[in-house]
């Protein structure tokens, strides 16, 4: 079974700060690794996929990178609407299988 | 613009089987390659994906819990499901079901909250 782990669990930051999410999978996903936003009360949000590619609708200044095992999420310019949870998720096409991180809250 | 509805029972007993249906609107659930997954979320903790179904049929359960889940789809009614059954307190959890285009889950319902409790 594949273990995602986030890093840090909670991140402590100010409105248009610059901020690096990490994500590690205890073995190769290659770019099979995806990130959602999930805000109190609502359901997660899709913002990257493919390792990179983003969702529709999601602000540039959300941007994905990575490979293998090693995978980041970054936020350019924080804006106040980004204060949320953030998880990184693996998945496998054979079997079918979805592992997601324990998150990692950024807080102001 | 595709839309996800979680209903069922927000409370179950101990030992007994949870049932929630996804109603789905908005698109058909035979579209060719749309699957279609449930996640649930205790209270304060993470992600957890419980498994998949394809419109004919075909189900991926978390092994975790495979031995207790049913996923079944009804195409008639555009409709998917949901049984988990001997649930414990562990169990409770907000239940989401969603959208899985090519394994990422681009599409979720606002979430159903079933709580394990006699």
């Known amino acids: 079974e594949i273990v995602m782990t986030q890093s840090p669990a909670t991140l402590s930051v100010s409105p248009g700060e610059r901020v690096t999410l990490s994500c590690g999978a205890s073995?190769?996903?290659?770019?099979?690794l995806a990130w959602y936003q999930q805000k109190p009360g609502q359901a997660p949000r899709l913002l990257i996929y493919?390792?990179?590619a983003r969702a529709t609708g999601v602000p540039a200044r959300f941007s994905g990178s990575g490979s293998g095992t090693e995978f980041t999420l970054t936020i350019s310019s924080l804006q106040s609407e980004d204060f949320a949870i953030y998880y990184c998720?693996?998945?496998?096409?054979?079997?079918?299988?979805?592992?997601f991180g324990q998150g990692t809250k950024l807080e102001i | 613009q595709l839309q996800l509805q979680e209903s069922g029972p927000g409370l179950v007993k101990p030992s007994e089987t949870l049932s929630l249906t996804c109603s789905v609107s908005g698109g058909s659930i035979r579209t060719s390659g749309h699957y279609w997954g449930w996640i649930r979320q205790p209270p304060g903790k993470g992600l957890e994906w419980i498994g998949t179904?394809?419109?004919?049929?075909?189900?991926y359960y978390n092994p975790s819990l495979k031995s207790r889940v049913i996923i079944s789809v009804d195409t008639s009614t555009n409709q998917f499901s949901l049984k988990l059954t001997s649930v414990t307190a562990a169990d409770t959890a907000v239940y989401y079901c969603?959208?899985?285009?090519?394994?990422?889950?681009?599409?979720w319902g606002q979430g159903t909250p079933v709580t394990v409790s006699s």
């Open positions: 073995q190769s996903v290659s770019s099979s």
């Open positions: 998720q693996q998945y496998n096409d054979w079997p079918l299988m979805f592992t």
């Open positions: 969603a959208r899985d285009l090519l394994r990422r889950l681009d599409s």
């Open positions: 179904i394809y419109y004919n049929g075909n189900t």
């Open positions: 493919g390792a990179s």
